[in-house]
């Protein structure tokens, strides 16, 4: 085995939008994998502290909590897109809500048990930003309240290019 079979990069399967802005057929892709050093450097204070070391925002003070804009929100770390606007709603809690997710491949789910509480938390499959987490408090048809921090996402409104890969 060559030096650089050993050290190809885990794969994990998602889904990119369609020129439609459908989502596509699952796709493998390399795991974006940076020191902390290359997170610090392409991402803002905020967004490191939220996104790396599973910070979250003040409630109603993500620049997103009130975005009413038609278009599609992706992980600040990577790109990946992650949640469409028209599945966005008002929860009341102050963070972006989501009732269900681009395609359930982008997202994974991990238990949390920090600050003596059970929750679900919810990371970005590629990268493995942290976004925020989910809850079975929201509307149909998912009953799911996907509750992420605008600190994790970039917007890209309809009609604007979502590139692949982020730099």
Not at 56 to 84: I, Q, S, W
Request: with cysteine; hydrophobic share 30%.
């Amino acid at each position: 085995m060559s030096l650089g079979i050993m050290l190809k990069t885990k794969e994990v399967t998602v889904r990119f939008l369609n020129d439609d802005g459908t989502a596509g057929e699952p796709v493998a892709v390399g795991k974006v994998s940076k020191t902390e050093e290359e997170w610090q450097a392409c991402l803002t204070q905020e967004q490191f502290r939220v996104a790396r070391t599973h910070g979250t925002e003040r409630a109603f003070c993500g620049v997103f909590h009130d975005n009413h804009l038609d278009g599609v929100y992706c992980c600040v770390g990577c790109g990946l897109p992650l949640f469409r606007s028209n599945t966005k709603f008002e929860s009341g809690t102050g963070w972006p809500s989501f009732f269900q997710p681009v395609a359930e491949e982008n997202i994974g789910i991990t238990r949390d048990s920090s600050f003596g509480m059970v929750r679900e938390e919810v990371h970005c499959k590629r990268c493995e930003t942290h976004l925020g987490h989910v809850f079975p408090d929201g509307p149909a048809p998912t009953r799911l309240r996907f509750c992420i921090n605008s600190a994790a996402l970039d917007f890209h409104e309809n009609g604007t290019p979502i590139p692949r890969e982020k730099n």
